[in-house]
């Protein structure tokens, strides 16, 4: 884990330019596990360059896989899979480690994949995942913190109803009913882009299921899969908060190589703000240069509702509006560890239950602040753009775990965010 900072200088110009989004992190963390499902080498393209996406390498090679890449691209032999475990130092540090159970349960009818923790803003339980397998056959058995799982011969096909919607559990369930013996009956699913993206992917493998993009997925169990091929989607999250930067400092951003439909709960907000929002087949521009915005109130929701990946960009956003704005959380009540570090910028924003209310409009002024997380740091670095004096953010390992070459693409923006390493400091 390296040290790095980020040092943000006085107020920066309006964010004015184009940026292309990378391949979406949380896509790929969900088909890497899926090339697990069968014996030879799988394909991903539009893979971005980020520390996840190397963690879940690092999980599959401790399996016995091999994985190469070069161009965004990535090849997973899983022919030497035959360590049927995740280890604690690995799922500890990236949760989605989580997904190797479904598909190695599910192919070799048993596994051992360490209990992941909490995280930075609370609990994050896995039950579901664990009681969605148990519904497919599989015996779950917790000890000394790692998940075991066994299945006597194939899983058995089943129907599993999610009491709430939840990306993670919906992609192990999906991912092992491929292999089950029979019809399996996923009621309630995710339907993140992300799902669909995955759904695509492990069609090309073989797999049947029907009801893509809905929240009843109905897979029909095959006894082997072969090697997959495909592309990743973009990464909405990014493209979300490059726009935030340009609500943020009254610039215009154009993002490009993205499905402006993944985002349209987004550009909603946008455009009630007082934006003009510009979409394209494959790009979106947000332009909030001499614009009289208006604060407003937002709740985070599964898609397609406004993504909680989002809230903390967004909160960075709506402390530069004149007025109070609201945002609740219904997918993760703690998720606020940013409000501390904001209010040491000068924002002012009070937290009540999971509803946070933003009095706007405050100046901010550049301090050192730390990043809790992925989207904090981002969140930080927004308002650091419109503090006066300069921003020094530390632990920004949070923040390369889900932007690529985000320094470069501030520059590209007309921004100066440059990284401080340790020896250099
Ligand atoms: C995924 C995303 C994360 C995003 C989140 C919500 C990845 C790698 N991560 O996380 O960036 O913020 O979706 O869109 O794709 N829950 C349970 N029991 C479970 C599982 C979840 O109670 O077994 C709850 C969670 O605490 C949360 C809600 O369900 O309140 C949604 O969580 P979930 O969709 O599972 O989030 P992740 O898959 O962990």
Redesign the pocket.
């Known amino acids: 884990m390296t040290m790095d900072k980020f040092l943000v200088p006085a107020v920066a110009k309006p964010l004015d330019g184009e940026v292309e989004i990378a391949g979406a992190k ?1 896509a790929v ?2 088909i890497m596990p899926a090339a697990l499902l069968a014996d030879g080498i799988s394909e991903i393209s539009n893979v971005p360059h980020l520390k996840d996406m190397k963690t879940m390498s690092d999980v599959l090679r401790i399996i016995g896989c091999r994985i190469d890449g070069e161009n965004h691209k990535l090849r997973i032999d899983t022919r030497g899979a035959n360590h049927l475990e995740a280890p604690y130092e690995l799922v500890k540090t990236m ?2 480690s989580f997904y190797v159970l479904g598909p190695l349960v599910a192919r070799f009818g048993r596994c051992r994949v360490s209990l992941p923790g909490g995280c930075a803003w ?8 664990l009681k969605g397998l148990e519904a497919l056959g599989a015996k779950i058995n917790i000890t000394h913190g790692y998940v075991e799982a066994t299945c006597e011969g194939r899983l058995k096909g089943g129907t599993f109803h999610f009491p ?6 919906t ?1 192990n369930l999906l991912l092992a009913a491929t292999l089950a013996e029979g019809e399996s009956i996923l009621q309630n699913a ?1 339907i ?1 882009p ?1 799902i669909d993206n995955l759904v695509d992917y492990l069609i090309s493998m073989g797999a049947k299921i029907q009801g893509r993009g809905t929240r009843t997925l109905i897979i029909q169990g095959v006894e082997s899969l072969t090697p997959g091929k495909g592309e990743t989607i973009a990464d909405r999250i990014e493209a979300g908060t490059f726009l935030c930067g340009a609500v943020i400092t009254r610039g215009r951003v154009k993002v490009t190589h993205m499905v402006p439909e993944h985002i349209m709960s987004v550009l909603n907000v946008f455009k009630e703000i007082g934006c003009d929002v510009a979409i394209g087949d494959s790009w979106v521009e947000v332009d909030a240069r001499n614009k009289s915005l208006k604060p407003i109130s937002v709740t985070t929701l ?1 898609y397609p509702g406004f ?3 989002l809230q903390a960009p967004l909160m960075a956003t709506l402390a530069s509006i004149e007025g109070n704005s609201l945002i609740q959380d219904t ?2 009540h703690d998720r606020f560890t940013h409000i501390a570090e904001l209010k040491r910028l000068g924002a002012d924003i009070q937290l009540n239950g999971n509803t946070a209310t933003i009095i706007g409009g405050k100046s901010l002024e550049g301090a050192d602040v730390m990043a809790s997380d992925l989207r904090a740091s981002a969140a930080l670095v927004l308002s650091g753009l419109i503090a006066e004096g300069e921003t020094t953010i530390s632990r920004i390992y949070h923040l390369d775990r889900g932007y690529e070459d985000f320094e470069a693409k501030m520059a590209k923006l007309g921004a100066t965010v440059s990284r401080i390493r340790p020896e250099l400091a």
């Not at 609370?122 to 995942?129: F, N, Q, T």
């Open positions: 949380n963390l969900a949760r989605a609370g609990p994050r339980p896995i039950d579901l995942h709430i919607s939840s990306v993670g559990a992609v995710a993140e992300e599964p993504p909680t990946d997918i993760y």
